[in-house]
């Protein structure tokens, strides 16, 4: 499997790959490879949380570290199940002739780009989450827990963080729809049109979600 | 022979007993002192008194009285001689005060009255006069143990009189740089070991002394006693004594976070414990200042604290306030290190400059528009 020829001639290699039987070992992989990067990402924001809550249970920072990990590795998996979902949906209802197991494979080698979003996100991570100012909780007044949330979410390193992940998972989104419009073309029988639209909606959806998040319900906005 | 002769003729016809009318003596004799009184009864050294006596006649026949006086070598007499006192009719009585006074000597003098009869011969009767140095005796009964700058004590003076007369117009009053209530205490009268107890309620300025004068009358004499009880503030031993302890200093982004627990290890009650961090610390929310309330001896609560310092403050005061039952405020300083400046978190401005950012994004952006144009042209 040239991986190569997937960034840099993708219609080509959709083209050689819609001649083999769907196989979602390499696409598997890819996936597992960010759901790595995200699960030591959500481990590093797992234990940040659980320092606000460290003075209410002994090893709250390690349950939440591993929580956060464990979560943000599962929904990796999620996610690809759901974007192929949809774009199985779409591309039928575009009289597209893929099968799901073979829209699940496009799906898969088009979140190639994610890797560099999710090993991009560790980095970032590692420089900002020790700068975020975390006061312990003490005691269970539920008005001081929600003021510590509160002030751990404006925090000025972690809303920083927020925002360059967001931005740089955008752009990369916007690469691996690129990828999964040439594989819904070339493997699902779309016209380049139709490819667009069915990738199209669902990106731009996720975009415009992710851009009101982070600039109107984020707190401390931009 | 001559002179002698001479003289006793000038004696014969100067001699007022050469005048004595025979009867006269007899009815003389029926003259009497019957009465003497002092005002005061005891006199102090120096004090002015005056000296009364009744004299009563007894007889059938009046009998006139050409003068009247006191003698003495240690009492000042001040008033006048009585001269040509007329006659004391018979069953009458008749009053002569004088006034005197003491000399500077103490003990019983026997001053001298002499009545003299115009037709008889002399009265004379010596009065008991008793000088006294006794002053009203002040002590006191109650004070604390350590005055303490601003708490009000509880002083009580106990006075007696231990002369053997009444003394009167007994008033006390408290001088000093304090506050002391009342102002004076007026007694009033006391009579012979009399004793009065005087509560005051002192609350010590300054280190002077508090001078308890005691005044007094001793018939229309003034007197005044002192009586100086030092203050010397100090530390009471039953005093709160909040006490600072497990105490926590953790650096945040850039301010300090002080933990601990308050201990009160003193044997009376602080009221209204406050903990706050003074200069060169600068207090910040959110918490400026930790309002501990009430701690009974030996109760406890936890404290915190949020404050900033510069970058030269190694040692932060903290202090514990609160009130004694009258309000007064009492606070203790308990020092706690920072640590060196450089141990402190870094600074926010060690975060990724902004420029820098959208630089890093905007290349990211380049690059994907690049691939995604390249693989479309082809």
Wanted: charged content about 15%; proline content about 6%; glycine content about 8%.
């Amino acid at each position: 499997m040239n991986l190569s020829l997937l960034i840099t001639r993708p219609r080509e290699f959709f083209s050689e790959l819609s001649h083999c039987e769907p196989s979602l070992k390499w696409p598997g992989l890819i996936i597992t490879i960010i759901a790595i990067c995200s699960g030591i990402m959500g481990y590093q924001m797992g234990e940040l949380t659980g320092r606000l809550f460290s003075h209410m249970m002994e090893g709250m920072g390690t349950i939440t570290a591993v929580f956060g990990a464990g979560g943000a590795f599962v929904s990796t998996f999620l996610m690809w199940i759901i974007a192929a979902v949809i774009f199985f949906i779409i591309q039928r209802l575009l009289k597209g002739t893929g099968s799901f197991t073979r829209v699940t494979e496009i799906t898969g080698y088009g979140m190639f780009p994610m890797i560099i979003s999710a090993i991009a996100g560790i980095l970032l991570a590692m420089h900002y989450l020790p700068l975020a100012d975390v006061t312990p909780v003490i005691g269970s007044d539920p008005e001081k827990i929600n003021a510590a949330v509160q002030s751990l979410m404006t925090d000025p390193a972690l809303h920083q963080l927020t925002l360059i992940s967001a931005i740089l998972g955008i752009i990369l989104m916007i690469w691996s729809a690129n990828i999964w419009a040439f594989g819904l073309e070339t493997c699902c029988g779309l016209d380049s049109r139709k490819a667009l639209i069915a990738v199209g909606i669902p990106v731009l959806i996720y975009i415009i979600y992710t851009l009101v998040t982070l600039f109107v319900y984020t707190p401390g906005g931009i | 022979m001559r002179i002698p002769a001479i003289l006793l003729l000038i004696l014969a016809i100067l001699s007022p007993v050469s005048a004595a009318v025979p009867g006269a003596e007899e009815a003389a004799a029926q003259v009497q002192v019957t009465n003497i009184s002092t005002d005061p009864e005891v006199l102090m050294p120096y004090d002015t008194a005056t000296l009364t006596l009744t004299l009563a006649n007894t007889g059938t026949e009046s009998v006139a009285i050409s003068r009247a006086e006191l003698l003495d070598k240690d009492i000042r007499i001040l008033s006048d001689t009585y001269g040509k006192v007329g006659a004391i009719g018979a069953g009458n009585t008749m009053k002569f005060t004088f006034t005197i006074q003491a000399g500077g000597r103490t003990g019983i003098f026997y001053p001298v009255f002499s009545l003299d009869f115009r037709d008889a011969n002399y009265l004379r009767h010596p009065v008991k006069l008793v000088v006294q140095e006794n002053p009203v005796e002040i002590a006191v009964l109650k004070k604390p143990d350590t005055f303490t700058m601003g708490k009000k004590e509880e002083v009580t003076l106990h006075i007696g009189n231990p002369r053997d007369n009444a003394v009167s117009g007994v008033t006390v009053i408290p001088s000093g740089s304090h506050e002391i209530t009342p102002t004076s205490y007026f007694v009033g009268e006391m009579g012979p070991d009399g004793v009065a107890d005087i509560p005051f309620s002192v609350t010590p300025g300054s280190g002077d002394p508090i001078t308890f004068t005691v005044r007094y009358m001793n018939g229309i004499n003034t007197h005044e006693v002192a009586y100086t009880l030092p203050v010397n503030p100090g530390t009471s031993k039953k005093r709160a004594s909040p006490v600072l302890s497990n105490v926590v200093i953790e650096s945040e982004k850039d301010y300090w976070r002080v933990t601990g627990d308050v201990t009160n290890s003193g044997l009376e009650t602080a009221n209204a414990v406050e903990i706050s961090a003074d200069t060169p610390a600068e207090p910040v929310f959110p918490y400026k200042i930790y309002a501990v309330g009430a701690l009974k001896p030996d109760d406890f609560s936890s404290f915190e604290l949020t404050f900033r310092t510069d970058a030269n403050t190694t040692m932060v005061p903290l202090i514990a306030s609160y009130k004694d039952d009258d309000g007064n405020l009492f606070s203790e300083t308990t020092l706690v290190e920072t640590g060196q400046a450089e141990t402190r978190a870094p600074a926010p401005e060690s975060e990724i400059p902004t420029p820098l950012i959208i630089g890093l994004i905007a290349v990211a952006a380049l690059v994907v528009a690049g691939v995604i144009l390249f693989t479309r042209r082809r």
